[in-house]
């Protein structure tokens, strides 16, 4: 484990914590269309679809998008420094993990900016 306040400590737990709420959003998610599917479910597939067509859903969604992308890029990050890649160059994979998650939750902001106003 890397040393505490140091950027590789700060990514570790992010790593981390970001499997952890990715987990618990797999565990909601299934549970609500076990809800819905099961033939036993009481709630109408429509009436829950229209209800996270909400904006405040597609704001969690957007949330949701960029956990997903802090554990996928620092994954990668992980997985090129494993194979000896980049050991030197620590911080500047870090910045570009950062850079790179920026811009693509930027992107989807812009994308989703329609369904959010209006």
Known sequence: MPHKHTRGYKAFWAHR????LILGYLYL?????SAV????????????AKV???????VADLVLFAI??????NGLR???ADF??????NRFAIWLSMAVG??????????????LVG
Do not use: K, Y
């Open 17 to 20: 914590v970001s499997g952890l």
């Open 29 to 33: 998610h299934l549970c609500l269309l």
């Open 37 to 48: 599917l099961l033939p036993s479910g009481s709630h109408d597939f429509n009436a829950v």
């Open 52 to 58: 996270v067509e909400q904006p405040i859903f597609i």
């Open 68 to 73: 997903i992308l802090v554990h996928v890029l």
């Open 78 to 80: 992980l997985i090129v």
């Open 84 to 89: 000896g890649w980049m050991i030197r160059e």
């Open 102 to 115: 920026a811009i693509m939750v930027l992107i989807a902001v812009l994308t989703l900016m329609p369904h």
